[in-house]
T-cell receptor
C-alpha cells in the first residue's frame, strides 16, 4: 500500500553542523506535509509544514524542501544544537477531504558535541 | 494558551479491565484526532472527528475500541475489555478544519495492560 517512509533511522551530526533529514512518500495525491519533532516522553511537536503547491518553505533555523517529481521531502536544520536531539517524523495528508495524517517511521537525530 | 490536554498521563491496568482516555482539544479547533504509537507500528490514526462528528474510524483496531466526542471541548477513547497488545502511547491531536490543517498533539497517555 502507499506509505510514507524515511531513508535513515538514525542520523548523527556534530553540534553546529547542518542536518538534513529525508523522507520519501508514495501517495502522489498528498497535498500537505508536516514535519514533527518528538522528544522522549513527549508528544510530537509541530515544526514546519508545506503545501504541495510550494517547493520550499523556511522557518527559524529550519527549511523544508518538497520535490513532487520524485516524491521526496527533506528537513534541513541549520547550526544543529543539543536541543535538536529527538526523533523527527514526516507526515502527509492525502487530501480528497480526508483529514488524518500518515506518518513515516521516524529518524533519530543524535547531536555529538 | 493551553495546548491539547490528555488524562491520565499514565495508566496501568489488568487485562479485561475497561480503560478510558480523555482529551481536551485546543479551544477553537474543530477537528480532533486519536493516534496510537507503538515501536512496531509507529504512529497510526485511529479515528477523527470534525465538529464533534466521527468521520473516519477505519483505524480503530476492533470493536473493543470506541470513541466519543460529546462536545467541542471533550473526547474519550475507551477500550473494553483491554488486552496486553493494547499497550501503547495514545495521542490526541486537534486542528482547525481550514487550511493549512496543522495538527497539534497532546502529551499522550502511556497505557500498560498487564
Amino acid at each position: 500500500g502507499e506509505s510514507v517512509g524515511l531513508h535513515l533511522p538514525t542520523l548523527s551530526v556534530q553540534e553546529g553542523d547542518n542536518s538534513i533529514i529525508n523522507c520519501a512518500y508514495s501517495n502522489s495525491a498528498s497535498d500537505y506535509f508536516i514535519w514533527y519533532k518528538q522528544e522522549s516522553g513527549k508528544g510530537p511537536q509541530f515544526i514546519i509544514d508545506i503545501r504541495s503547491n510550494m517547493d520550499k518553505r523556511q522557518g527559524q533555523r529550519v527549511t523544508v524542501l518538497l520535490n513532487k517529481t520524485v516524491k521526496h521531502l527533506s528537513l534541513q536544520i541549520a547550526a544543529t544544537q543539543p536541543g535538536d536531539s529527538a526523533v523527527y517524523f514526516c507526515a502527509e495528508n492525502s487530501g480528497g477531504g480526508a483529514d488524518g495524517l500518515t506518518f513515516g517511521k521516524g529518524t533519530h537525530l543524535i547531536i555529538q558535541p | 494558551d493551553a495546548g491539547v490536554i490528555q488524562s491520565p498521563r499514565h495508566e496501568v491496568t489488568e487485562m479485561g479491565q475497561e480503560v478510558t482516555l480523555r482529551c481536551k482539544p485546543i479551544s477553537g479547533h474543530n477537528s480532533l484526532f486519536w493516534y496510537r504509537q507503538t515501536m512496531m507500528r509507529g504512529l497510526e490514526l485511529l479515528i477523527y472527528f470534525n465538529n464533534n462528528v466521527p468521520i473516519d474510524d477505519s483505524g480503530m483496531p476492533e470493536d473493543r475500541f470506541s470513541a466519543k466526542m460529546p462536545n467541542a471541548s471533550f473526547s474519550t477513547l475507551k477500550i473494553q475489555p483491554s488486552e496486553p497488545r493494547d499497550s501503547a502511547v495514545y495521542f490526541c491531536a486537534s486542528s482547525l478544519r481550514r487550511a493549512p490543517r496543522a495538527q497539534y498533539f497532546g502529551p499522550g497517555t502511556r497505557l500498560l495492560v498487564l
